[in-house]
């Protein structure tokens, strides 16, 4: 692939785009379907469907991939680390992690990357993520994901450590859009605009993360189908969908109840803009049975399918005057 010089951000000067040894095609990304989250209140149905060699419970048969948490596998041994390995034998498994503090000014974790690498190596997962915020400052860790001041020095920042993470990792991540409840009054770009500008210039993922989209949007004003239709094509390797909860005129992404019928909206816009990318179900509070979680699941592969739709059926689409949606296609195969 041909990586750019140069990434143009709205209203700015070009920005030098981060090169790194880790460069591949950005398709490396497996469309796999649609996934959920390993978490522990499962572990039992999923070690009990797994027993037999096979995926003897009926909700494993509606389940394409797991995410797991990279920062609780991290420990050797235990439960946790058996049920992955076994997992592991029947499904493709996703590391999603919320430890990097990509946009911290502190020095990069060479202990935690050193860890995540040597997990990445014992069980060789499909995918690598974590998020487009900082979580520590000054040594001491928040336990949670801030945002960025969305300027120009944060977007070279950020994507020169992600560079330098890649490059520690040997491969490409993808970086989640975070959902935001507060608006830094240092910011010169919209979201929509600073997070694109980051991947572009990093040269990574996007974790495409539609319920903090819609959060988001509502939490600041702006239209959350603009937002997705702006991200850069070819950029979207995964896709997020979860539930989200109303606390006063604010919305919070609780990850705690179904998604709600607009972000599946938001959804089927964002497989036919980006293509039919691993879709994950997130529920991590008041978490139900795993056939529960696994219908959403269900519900995320039908509605991808619903959305991508042979050649031939866009092509007749677009005589009788409706969008055209072939150049969508090929994301899916």
């Given at each position: 692939?041909?990586?750019?010089?140069?990434?143009?951000?709205?209203g700015?000067?070009?920005?030098?785009a981060v090169?790194?040894?880790?460069v591949?095609?950005p398709?490396?990304?497996?469309?796999?379907?649609a996934?959920?989250g390993?978490?522990?209140?499962h572990?039992?149905?999923?070690?009990?469907?797994?027993s037999?060699?096979?995926r003897?419970?009926?909700?494993l048969?509606?389940?394409?991939?797991f995410?797991?948490?990279?920062?609780?596998?991290?420990?050797p041994?235990?439960?946790?680390r058996?049920?992955?390995?076994?997992?592991?034998?029947?499904?493709p498994?996703?590391?999603?992690?919320?430890?990097?503090?990509?946009?911290?000014?502190d020095?990069?974790?060479?202990?935690y990357?050193r860890?995540l690498?040597a997990l990445?190596?014992?069980?060789?997962?499909?995918?690598?993520s974590?998020?487009?915020?900082w979580?520590?400052?000054?040594?001491?860790?928040?336990?949670?994901?801030?945002?960025?001041?969305?300027?120009?020095?944060?977007v070279r920042?950020?994507?020169?450590?992600?560079?330098?993470v890649?490059d520690?990792?040997?491969?490409?991540?993808?970086?989640e859009?975070?959902?935001?409840?507060?608006?830094?009054?240092?910011?010169?770009?919209d979201?929509?605009?600073?997070?694109?500008?980051?991947?572009?210039?990093?040269?990574?993922?996007?974790?495409?993360d539609?319920?903090?989209v819609?959060?988001?949007?509502?939490?600041h004003?702006?239209?959350?189908?603009?937002?997705?239709?702006?991200?850069p094509?070819g950029?979207?390797?995964?896709?997020?969908?979860?539930?989200?909860?109303?606390?006063?005129?604010?919305?919070?992404?609780?990850?705690?109840?179904?998604?709600r019928d607009?972000?599946?909206?938001?959804y089927?816009?964002?497989?036919?803009?980006?293509?039919?990318?691993?879709?994950?179900?997130?529920?991590?509070?008041h978490?139900?049975?795993?056939?529960r979680?696994?219908?959403?699941?269900?519900?995320?592969?039908a509605v991808?399918?619903?959305?991508?739709?042979?050649?031939?059926?866009?092509?007749?689409?677009?005589?009788?005057g409706a969008?055209?949606r072939e150049?969508?296609?090929?994301?899916a195969?």
């Amino acid at each position: 692939m041909t990586i750019p010089s140069t990434v143009e951000v709205a209203g700015s000067p070009a920005i030098p785009a981060v090169r790194g040894r880790w460069v591949t095609d950005p398709r490396e990304f497996p469309a796999l379907g649609a996934g959920i989250g390993l978490r522990a209140p499962h572990y039992p149905a999923i070690e009990a469907g797994l027993s037999s060699g096979g995926r003897s419970d009926t909700a494993l048969t509606e389940i394409d991939w797991f995410e797991a948490l990279s920062d609780n596998y991290l420990a050797p041994g235990g439960r946790p680390r058996s049920v992955l390995h076994k997992a592991r034998e029947h499904f493709p498994i996703v590391l999603h992690g919320v430890g990097m503090s990509l946009g911290s000014t502190d020095p990069l974790d060479e202990e935690y990357l050193r860890r995540l690498a040597a997990l990445i190596d014992e069980i060789e997962p499909a995918m690598v993520s974590d998020h487009l915020a900082w979580s520590g400052v000054g040594g001491r860790f928040g336990h949670d994901l801030y945002p960025l001041p969305m300027t120009e020095q944060a977007v070279r920042h950020v994507a020169e450590r992600i560079a330098r993470v890649q490059d520690r990792l040997g491969r490409r991540i993808l970086v989640e859009n975070i959902s935001s409840y507060a608006e830094l009054a240092t910011s010169t770009l919209d979201e929509a605009d600073f997070v694109a500008a980051v991947v572009d210039l990093a040269d990574c993922g996007l974790l495409l993360d539609v319920n903090n989209v819609f959060v988001s949007a509502h939490n600041h004003g702006f239209d959350p189908r603009a937002y997705i239709l702006r991200m850069p094509r070819g950029r979207v390797g995964q896709i997020h969908l979860a539930g989200h909860s109303k606390r006063g005129e604010m919305l919070l992404d609780t990850h705690d109840q179904p998604v709600r019928d607009e972000v599946w909206e938001l959804y089927r816009l964002a497989v036919e803009t980006h293509g039919a990318a691993a879709t994950l179900i997130e529920w991590d509070d008041h978490v139900p049975s795993l056939a529960r979680v696994a219908q959403e699941a269900a519900q995320a592969r039908a509605v991808a399918a619903e959305c991508v739709r042979p050649a031939s059926s866009a092509r007749a689409d677009a005589r009788a005057g409706a969008p055209d949606r072939e150049r969508w296609l090929t994301c899916a195969s």
